[in-house]
């Protein structure tokens, strides 16, 4: 029975002559078994046949570290006495020893690997190790590689590197692959659940698979300078919602984002530029963790009514071909009277009703998710005047790259009005600010 992780061995006398603990771990392998002398010395039963003994007296745990491959062995018959075992779920327990009195901390294991040993030293300190079933090891040297620290960060920068017969260290936390001319993500990947950072800039993607959003550590995503035609609506509905917090796009292929885009709530950093974006998504404002927003150099005519709500540190709109207000057409889709399902979405929303799929067929509630809010404060769902104001930037960002090189920092905004008597209180405001 064998465990690889890391390994801090305190001794509890230590206190009693005033030294400290170093408080270092280090990797190391743990092997229970017996032994060489007591599996090769024969034993008389009471019928006179011979064995090599079963009864877990002589079992023993091994503990080898690099710099102590030969390693330590410790008794553990009637020898453990106490477990703790509260982070076992963390990959974390410790086994405190009579005799010695030393607590042997164990940290960074598999969560089932670990439950798994730790019922083997529970058998082997009953005696009853050999009677349970439990494989044992030979409790002999290990070889260098097996005591190594698991590389987390991973580095390929050329396609020669790229490891075609070998897989990814199961434990990277960083991993880069850039100028590789990928034209996929390898599925190798969505297996790495350790994974922190991937940066996959410089290659090739065209599509980005659905699994990526199974990597729930997952907080960088970097795809900078690749082939990317769209961001799938699945990656919104998957774990990155909760780990995302740096998602770069810049240099693609992207005509839009996802309307779902904004589920992705934990979102810090998010770069945009030089793709072929027309819209940004409708309800960007709900990023509310958002601080650093950079979508240069698309084809942005407008802002959505959402970027009002946005509060951050630095925003670069510089080169879009922002329309002016003035010049776009009100989009007029307000009946009267107003119909039951509108006057019915209203208040749902209005009154923040509880909403879902199993209480309200699919379409309606999309329409609930999606929907506008008037300068008067009020939720226009379907019947709505749409038209641009001219907004200043600085009302929402610290710091603002100049929209044109003209020095400006203001846009056009989506605003939307949910009545005729809201449009035309704006209407009439413009009027009286221009004539000031």
């Given at each position: 029975?064998?465990?690889?992780?890391?390994?801090?061995?305190i001794n509890?006398?230590?206190?009693?002559?005033?030294?400290?603990?170093?408080?270092?771990?280090?990797?190391?392998?743990?092997s229970?078994?017996?032994?060489?002398?007591?599996?090769a010395?024969?034993?008389?039963?009471?019928?006179?046949?011979?064995?090599?003994?079963?009864?877990g007296s002589?079992?023993?745990l091994?503990?080898?570290?690099?710099?102590?491959?030969s390693?330590?062995?410790?008794?553990?018959?009637?020898?453990?006495e106490?477990?703790?075992t509260?982070?076992?779920?963390?990959?974390?327990?410790?086994?405190?020893?009579?005799?010695?009195?030393?607590?042997?901390c164990?940290?960074?294991?598999?969560?089932?690997?670990?439950?798994?040993?730790?019922?083997?030293?529970?058998?082997a300190?009953?005696?009853?190790?050999?009677?349970?079933?439990?494989?044992l090891?030979?409790?002999c040297?290990?070889r260098?590689?097996?005591?190594?620290?698991?590389?987390?960060?991973?580095?390929?920068l050329?396609?020669?590197?790229?490891?075609l017969?070998?897989?990814?260290?199961?434990?990277?936390?960083?991993?880069?692959?850039?100028?590789?001319?990928?034209?996929?993500?390898?599925?190798?990947?969505?297996?790495?659940?350790?994974?922190?950072?991937?940066?996959?800039?410089?290659n090739?993607?065209?599509?980005l698979?659905?699994g990526?959003g199974?990597l729930?550590?997952?907080?960088e995503?970097v795809?900078?300078?690749?082939?990317?035609?769209?961001?799938?609506d699945?990656?919104?509905?998957s774990?990155?919602?909760t780990s995302?917090?740096?998602?770069?796009?810049?240099?693609?292929?992207?005509?839009?984002?996802?309307?779902?885009?904004?589920?992705l709530?934990?979102?810090?950093?998010l770069?945009?530029?030089?793709?072929?974006?027309?819209?940004?998504?409708f309800?960007?404002?709900?990023?509310?963790?958002?601080?650093?927003?950079?979508?240069?150099?698309?084809?942005?005519?407008?802002?959505?009514?959402g970027f009002?709500?946005l509060?951050?540190?630095?925003?670069?709109?510089?080169?879009?071909?922002?329309?002016?207000?003035?010049?776009?057409?009100?989009r007029?889709?307000?009946?009267?009277?107003?119909?039951?399902?509108?006057?019915?979405?209203?208040?749902?929303?209005?009154?923040?009703v509880?909403?879902?799929?199993?209480?309200?067929p699919l379409?309606?509630?999309?329409?609930?998710?999606?929907?506008?809010v008037?300068?008067?404060?009020?939720?226009?769902?379907?019947?709505?005047?749409?038209t641009?104001?001219?907004?200043?930037?600085?009302?929402?960002?610290?710091?603002?790259?100049?929209?044109?090189?003209?020095?400006?920092?203001?846009?056009?905004?989506?605003?939307?009005?949910?009545?005729?008597?809201?449009?035309?209180?704006?209407?009439?405001?413009?009027?009286?600010?221009?004539?000031?």
């Amino acid at each position: 029975m064998k465990l690889q992780c890391d390994v801090e061995v305190i001794n509890r006398m230590l206190p009693s002559c005033g030294l400290k603990s170093k408080g270092r771990s280090s990797r190391a392998v743990l092997s229970i078994g017996r032994p060489e002398r007591e599996r090769a010395a024969p034993s008389t039963g009471s019928n006179g046949s011979t064995s090599t003994g079963s009864s877990g007296s002589g079992l023993h745990l091994l503990i080898c570290t690099s710099r102590d491959r030969s390693g330590a062995k410790y008794k553990l018959k009637e020898n453990v006495e106490k477990f703790f075992t509260w982070f076992v779920e963390e990959g974390k327990a410790t086994v405190r020893l009579k005799e010695p009195a030393i607590d042997i901390c164990l940290s960074k294991a598999d969560v089932t690997s670990l439950k798994s040993f730790l019922s083997a030293v529970r058998l082997a300190q009953r005696g009853a190790a050999a009677a349970g079933g439990v494989p044992l090891s030979a409790l002999c040297p290990v070889r260098a590689r097996e005591v190594e620290k698991p590389k987390q960060k991973l580095t390929v920068l050329s396609r020669r590197d790229y490891p075609l017969t070998r897989s990814f260290p199961p434990a990277l936390q960083q991993l880069q692959v850039s100028y590789c001319q990928l034209s996929r993500v390898d599925l190798r990947v969505l297996s790495l659940r350790a994974l922190r950072r991937l940066d996959l800039s410089n290659n090739r993607i065209r599509a980005l698979p659905a699994g990526l959003g199974d990597l729930r550590a997952l907080a960088e995503l970097v795809l900078h300078n690749n082939q990317l035609e769209r961001f799938g609506d699945e990656l919104c509905c998957s774990g990155l919602q909760t780990s995302l917090r740096l998602l770069d796009l810049s240099h693609n292929l992207l005509p839009a984002l996802p309307a779902r885009f904004c589920q992705l709530r934990q979102l810090v950093t998010l770069r945009l530029d030089h793709n072929r974006l027309q819209r940004l998504p409708f309800h960007l404002g709900r990023l509310s963790a958002l601080r650093f927003l950079s979508a240069a150099h698309n084809q942005l005519p407008v802002l959505p009514d959402g970027f009002r709500s946005l509060r951050l540190d630095t925003l670069d709109l510089f080169g879009n071909p922002f329309a002016r207000a003035h010049t776009l057409q009100p989009r007029m889709l307000i009946t009267l009277p107003l119909t039951l399902q509108e006057l019915a979405a209203r208040t749902v929303l209005d009154h923040r009703v509880p909403h879902s799929p199993q209480l309200l067929p699919l379409h309606l509630c999309r329409e609930l998710d999606f929907s506008s809010v008037c300068v008067c404060g009020r939720v226009c769902v379907n019947a709505f005047i749409q038209t641009a104001v001219s907004f200043n930037l600085h009302q929402v960002a610290h710091t603002v790259v100049l929209v044109d090189n003209m020095g400006g920092t203001e846009a056009p905004v989506h605003t939307h009005f949910c009545s005729l008597l809201c449009y035309c209180q704006h209407m009439d405001e413009c009027v009286q600010r221009e004539l000031r």
